[in-house]
């Protein structure tokens, strides 16, 4: 009844500036509410329970599972990170009753870097014994896998279920072109993907220079490496006019990273190798990149997906997945 008596007495241009006022007020509620939430439980913090360091052991893990995947290892990779590590498993080992399978993969990584030829001289004595002492039940598939391109390939036109499990993130291209004809096949596959209310909000910008590729990388911290090598560069964004109010605040990543996903697998169906980067980023590196010119600015950005072909022989990192049990709640 209030808000029609206003929208009657009020002018029109009035009235839509106190809508204005009122749904950005309780967009910035909402978004306080996210940071109140994620302050509680994120782990980035002074004392953290078992669940935060798992976190970070599964994020160190990877970082060794990398480069153990890198097609030509620097000597020694990585070595802080070992140390890091083990601190980490031991701290966890103190709090918790039992490990979860993702610590166990930790250990195993941890072991599968200590026999990895290119670090044979970097460990010492007191720090291989570090890691034998780290208990091990049985053993548990962590490290890099070598493939050829054929095994690789072999599943990616067969059953959804061959599909997915036979798709690894690739780290190693050879100089030949992709074809945009088939990334475009690739995306337009992807279009099916659901959206809020069907509105389609995301959009591939496809950059095919490797100055550009360059410029837009610089951005994003988790290509050194291998980033010189890729062919093209997708950037997956979700434009923001397409949203309303403060309860879509988050939908443009969930949109986003929905459609991402349906655009790997399409790739990988076209035997076509991809690595997904994430846009972890802070004000400045998304100012940055948007200043490129590339990208516009209403435009937010979700992720980038680096596409090229693989060599005949190369590795992957092994990526052991959580258990069912881990993951399913039955109520």
């Known amino acids: 009844m209030f808000k029609r008596t206003m929208k009657f007495i009020l002018p029109s241009y009035l009235f839509k500036a106190r809508l204005s006022v009122k749904n950005n007020y309780r967009l910035v509620v909402q978004y306080a509410y996210d940071a109140a939430v994620y302050i509680r439980f994120n782990g980035s913090k002074i004392s953290m329970g078992s669940r935060q360091i798992e976190g970070k052991i599964i994020a160190h893990y990877h970082v060794l599972e990398k480069g153990m995947s890198h097609p030509t290892p620097k000597e020694c990779f990585s070595l802080p990170i070992v140390k890091s590590l083990i601190a980490l498993v031991?701290?966890?080992?103190?709090?918790?009753?039992?490990?979860?399978?993702?610590?166990?993969?930790?250990?195993?990584?941890?072991?599968?870097?200590?026999?990895?030829?290119?670090?044979?001289?970097?460990?010492?004595?007191r720090l291989k014994q570090q890691i034998e002492d780290l208990y091990l039940p049985a053993k548990v598939a962590a490290g890099s896998l070598f493939l050829s391109r054929d095994d690789f390939f072999?599943?990616?036109?067969?059953?959804?279920?061959?599909?997915?499990?036979?798709?690894?993130?690739?780290?190693?291209?050879?100089?030949?072109?992709?074809?945009?004809?088939l990334l475009k096949t690739a995306i337009e596959?992807?279009?099916?993907?659901?959206?809020?209310?069907?509105?389609?909000?995301?959009?591939?910008?496809?950059?095919t220079s490797s100055k550009d590729i360059a410029n837009h990388l610089s951005f994003q911290t988790g290509n050194r490496g291998f980033g010189?090598?890729?062919?093209?560069?997708?950037?997956?964004?979700?434009?923001?006019?397409?949203?309303?109010?403060?309860?879509e605040r988050n939908q443009p990543f969930v949109d986003g990273?929905?459609?991402a996903m349906s655009l790997l697998y399409a790739i990988h169906s076209l035997k076509i190798a991809a690595t997904p980067l994430n846009w972890s980023y802070d004000?400045?590196?998304d100012v940055g990149l948007h200043a490129l010119g590339v990208i516009p600015e209403h435009e937010k950005i979700i992720m980038f997906i680096g596409v090229g072909y693989p060599p005949e022989y190369f590795r992957v990192a092994m990526?052991?997945?959580?258990?069912?049990?881990?993951?399913?709640?039955?109520?």
């Open 228 to 247: 010189d090598k890729i062919n093209k560069l997708l950037i997956i964004t979700s434009d923001l006019n397409l949203f309303q109010g403060d309860k």
């Open 283 to 285: 004000k400045k590196q």
């Open 319 to 331: 990526s052991t997945r959580r258990s069912l049990e881990e993951v399913v709640t039955i109520i």
């Open 189 to 207: 596959v992807s279009l099916k993907t659901p959206s809020v209310c069907n509105r389609q909000t995301c959009r591939v910008h496809i950059l």
């Open 257 to 259: 990273g929905m459609f």
């Open 154 to 181: 072999k599943n990616s036109q067969s059953t959804f279920s061959k599909l997915s499990k036979s798709r690894h993130t690739v780290r190693d291209f050879t100089s030949e072109d992709v074809d945009l004809e």
């Open 90 to 125: 031991r701290e966890y080992d103190s709090l918790a009753s039992m490990r979860s399978s993702q610590v166990q993969v930790a250990v195993s990584a941890l072991r599968a870097y200590s026999y990895f030829p290119s670090n044979a001289n970097c460990l010492s004595d």
